[in-house]
């Protein structure tokens, strides 16, 4: 490594739920609706100094074959319900929540997010997703409105509106004179008249410039629409790119964009999803990890997985049989909707035959082909071992830091704030103690000032 200063690691933690990787068949797995899950998630990041708290969000429960997807039966709570809660109970940890920039308003959700940050005194963040499919759309009034194509350019004139409501209050100093009574420095507050593109609003904003200015933002999708979007607007990313070079790649690609927006590669963190499993040894660890990750992958969920690709009902086959010898259905995706559909793959004939392929060379059943193929856990080993990939990710510039995924809910994140963070305090590259009080601080972004905000 050269002599460089060394990068401090920025890390999260991703609520466990609705994904492929929590385990509900652990004993020691709990209720993701349970206030104290959160809590004692929120507490667990906070003791070990973690930069946020980050929640994911999807507005319909996924289904296959008409049912709700096994790994969404467990439903989730409403994102800013549960950050304010989680406000009261924490007092630095940096509250992110996911919410879509399609089906809301931009008044509404500046209004949340002015509120949320206000309540923890600077410690809100937005991750803006653009989910636009009509199956998620179904719930509201506008369902199924939007194009594809068109998901980006919503989500930047809608990010456009909400600036400017958070930059509607000038400033919200209370002068109390004697003469004329209590009044606003700022005589004219939240006053807005936004008409662009979709938005035609105007009106007065009624919540006060909140600590932080505006909430962090963050991006999350894959595209170059969505890589663009994120070096014009984003503070961070949280990205897929988990494993090195991949990371890189990525981490180069994004961090170069952003001179065309007059910024510099400090302005926008790149921060991978990734999981992690630890033991006594090496050879333990990733014992441990194979059998999370069959605990992952059930008999069932690898049926579900295969059907996502194949785009048939493949419930009759034997997750521990061979591959069906049927091929994929090509053509208009009916078996999945939801969230997991956008995740089809692209070209399903190919894909199929690679997994076949792969099958036969390895003699693999469905479950151990699903196992094989889909994603396993990224940081696998000792403590001390752990904590050096993580600080290799991040010195050689694969990303800034990362969001951890736990496998278990509530307590997948004790083994890691009590074994791995003080190595990385040791190494000198994460904090012992928190220097600042927002998430901006934490993130080692600079505060805003209003006419920056209305500028960028
Ligand atoms: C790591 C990651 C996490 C995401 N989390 C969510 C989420 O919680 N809720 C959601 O609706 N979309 C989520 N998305 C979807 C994206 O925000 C976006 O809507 C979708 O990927 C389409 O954008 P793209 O084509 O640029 O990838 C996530 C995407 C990525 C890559």
Redesign the pocket.
């Known amino acids: 490594m050269s002599s460089k200063p060394l990068k401090q690691i920025h890390l999260a933690a991703h609520f466990p739920g609705v994904n492929n990787t929590t385990v509900w068949s652990d004993p020691a797995a709990g209720s993701q609706i349970d206030f104290s899950s959160f809590v004692h998630l929120a507490r667990t990041a906070e003791r070990a100094k973690f930069d946020f708290l980050f929640?994911?969000?999807?507005?319909r429960l996924r289904e296959q074959n008409g049912e709700i997807y096994d790994l969404d039966v467990v439903g989730r709570p409403d994102t800013f319900t549960v950050l304010a809660a989680l406000a009261a109970v924490t007092d630095r940890l940096g509250l992110a929540g996911?919410i879509?920039s399609t089906f809301n308003e931009p008044y509404e959700v500046a209004r949340q997010f002015a509120s949320l940050d206000h309540l923890s005194a600077g410690r809100a963040a937005w991750?803006?997703?653009?989910?636009?499919d009509a199956f998620?759309g179904e719930n509201f009034r506008r369902g199924g409105f939007l194009a594809?194509e068109d998901?980006?350019e919503r989500a930047r004139q809608f990010l456009n509106a909400t600036w400017e409501l958070f930059d509607s209050w000038r400033g919200n100093e209370i002068v109390a004179d004697k003469e004329s009574g209590v009044f606003l420095r700022d005589p004219n507050p939240g006053r807005f008249d936004h008409h662009v593109g979709e938005f035609d609003i105007s009106g007065r904003f009624d919540v006060p410039r909140s600590p932080q200015g505006r909430p962090v933002i963050f991006?999350?999708?894959?595209?170059?629409?969505?890589?663009e979007?994120a070096a014009s607007a984003a503070d961070a990313i949280?990205?897929?790119h988990g494993t090195l070079e991949a990371g890189r790649a990525f981490y180069g690609d994004v961090k170069g964009r952003l001179a065309r927006y007059g910024r510099s590669p400090d302005e926008l963190k790149i921060l991978?999803?990734v999981t992690f499993v630890l033991g006594e040894t090496d050879a333990e660890a990733q014992e441990r990890a194979l059998v999370i990750r069959r605990q992952q992958v059930s008999g069932q969920t690898a049926i579900k997985l295969l059907e996502q690709l194949w785009n048939r009902d493949l419930s009759a086959y034997d997750p521990d049989g061979p591959l069906p010898e049927v091929d994929p259905l090509v053509g208009e995706h009916t078996v999945a909707q939801g969230?997991a559909s956008?995740?089809m793959h692209r070209d399903p004939l190919t894909v199929a035959s690679e997994w076949r392929a792969l099958a036969d060379a390895k003699k693999l059943s469905i479950r151990d082909l699903i196992v094989e193929v889909t994603g396993r856990q990224s940081f696998i080993g000792t403590p001390a071992h752990v904590a050096e990939q993580l600080n290799e990710f991040v010195q050689t510039d694969a990303s800034d830091g990362f969001i951890l995924v736990p496998h278990l809910t509530p307590g997948g994140l004790d083994e890691f704030a009590d074994r791995v963070v003080p190595l990385l305090q040791e190494r000198g590259v994460f904090r012992t103690e928190y220097a600042g009080e927002t998430l901006r601080d934490h993130l080692g972004l600079a505060p805003l000032s209003v006419r920056a905000a209305a500028a960028s």
């Open positions: 929640l994911a969000e999807g507005l996911t879509n991750n803006v997703v653009t989910s636009w998620t594809q998901r980006y991006q999350a999708g894959d595209s170059e629409a969505g890589r979007f949280f990205t897929r991978p999803g969230r956008v995740r």
